[in-house]
């Protein structure tokens, strides 16, 4: 008996850019969408010409860019040339946390894929407790079939990327949390703002955020001075034990193949099927 054996899914997240560029994106829109228009009936007078065949009179007027038009694209221009953007501690922080969510969804995503031959050890897990168990020759032929139309042999190297990928889970989930740890201190962030007007600086000025987990420590370095920001996050450590405590209910634990014999539907009507018998 063939098992078909599906992948973990997990979602992403993306928030608002800080910088509103939005007037001038929908006026530069307007004019490129009536050149484009414009080209297109040069392009088919053109062609048809070449063929005899007369445009009607006014067959252009819709492309015309108005006065209205270039105005507003003008005043917007000027908007944006006269404007002074700057970065608060709330909006760069803000996006180092955003950056080190998708990391760490980007390495979860390696691990679910490095983890697809250990879920074929919980197929066979599954298949061999069942034969031994029942002691029924069937399901042990079974077993024998699995083994022989699938790939479940687990490799040295197939350890090895499985193991670097939970190294990797851990160490994004950490930068990212250090972040949000900083993100949710009003007085951390306070403190930070002062810092950084007090040295005249701003924050668009600053690099990427970075965080040691061995000292805890989260700093910031700005690219047009020798401002450097250095802040002790051991106080929002957890223990493995609150860990394991949260991944037991987690989703993604939850939904797993250890967990949830529904997560072997092969469709996706049987899962819910499935889960609605649970």
Same mark, same amino acid.
């Given at each position: 008996?063939?098992?078909?054996?599906?992948?973990?899914?997990?979602?992403?997240?993306?928030?608002?850019?800080?910088?509103?560029?939005?007037?001038?994106?929908?006026?530069?829109?307007?004019?490129?969408?009536?050149?484009?228009?414009?080209?297109?009936?040069?392009?088919?007078?053109?062609?048809?010409?070449?063929?005899?065949?007369?445009? !009607?009179?006014?067959?252009?007027?819709?492309?015309?860019?108005?006065?209205?038009?270039?105005?507003?694209? /003008?005043?917007?221009?000027?908007?944006?040339?006269?404007?002074?953007?700057?970065?608060?501690?709330?909006?760069?922080? %803000?996006?180092?946390?955003?950056?080190?969510?998708?990391?760490?969804?980007?390495?979860?995503?390696?691990?679910?894929?490095?983890?697809?031959?250990?879920?074929?050890?919980?197929?066979?897990?599954?298949? +061999?407790? *069942?034969?031994? !168990?029942?002691?029924?020759?069937?399901?042990?032929?079974?077993?024998?079939?699995?083994?022989?139309?699938? *790939?479940?042999?687990?490799?040295?190297?197939?350890?090895?990327?499985?193991?670097?990928?939970?190294?990797?889970?851990?160490? %994004?989930?950490?930068?990212?949390?250090?972040?949000?740890?900083?993100? /949710?201190?009003?007085?951390?962030?306070?403190?930070?703002?002062?810092?950084?007007? /007090? +040295?005249?600086?701003? &924050?668009?000025?600053?690099?990427?955020?970075?965080?040691?987990?061995?000292?805890?420590?989260?700093?910031?370095? &700005?690219?047009?001075?020798?401002?450097?920001?250095?802040?002790?996050?051991?106080?929002?450590?957890? %223990?493995?034990?609150?860990?394991?405590?949260?991944?037991?209910?987690?989703?993604?634990?939850?939904?797993?193949?250890?967990?949830?014999?529904?997560? &072997? %539907?092969?469709?996706?009507?049987?899962?819910?099927?499935? !889960?609605?018998?649970?």
């Amino acid at each position: 008996m063939k098992k078909i054996i599906p992948t973990l899914a997990l979602s992403l997240s993306v928030s608002a850019q800080a910088i509103d560029l939005s007037n001038l994106v929908t006026t530069s829109q307007s004019i490129v969408d009536t050149f484009d228009n414009g080209i297109m009936r040069v392009s088919g007078m053109a062609v048809l010409a070449g063929q005899g065949g007369i445009a !009607e009179a006014g067959t252009v007027d819709p492309a015309k860019l108005s006065y209205d038009q270039a105005h507003a694209y /003008n005043q917007a221009l000027s908007d944006t040339s006269n404007a002074v953007y700057t970065m608060s501690a709330e909006e760069y922080v %803000s996006g180092q946390v955003e950056n080190a969510h998708t990391e760490m969804n980007t390495a979860i995503s390696a691990y679910v894929g490095a983890a697809q031959v250990l879920i074929t050890a919980v197929v066979v897990n599954d298949m +061999a407790s *069942d034969a031994e !168990e029942s002691q029924d020759a069937t399901q042990a032929q079974e077993v024998q079939g699995y083994i022989a139309d699938n *790939d479940v042999e687990i490799s040295d190297t197939h350890v090895d990327t499985y193991n670097d990928s939970l190294d990797a889970v851990e160490e %994004s989930a950490q930068v990212f949390a250090a972040f949000t740890a900083v993100q /949710n201190d009003s007085e951390l962030m306070a403190e930070m703002q002062t810092t950084v007007d /007090n +040295a005249g600086e701003d &924050f668009l000025n600053a690099g990427m955020a970075t965080f040691d987990a061995m000292t805890g420590d989260a700093s910031v370095a &700005f690219n047009t001075s020798n401002l450097v920001m250095s802040y002790n996050m051991l106080g929002s450590y957890v %223990s493995v034990t609150d860990i394991l405590a949260a991944g037991e209910t987690g989703d993604f634990y939850t939904t797993g193949p250890t967990y949830n014999n529904c997560f &072997f %539907s092969q469709t996706q009507e049987e899962y819910e099927a499935c !889960e609605s018998n649970i």
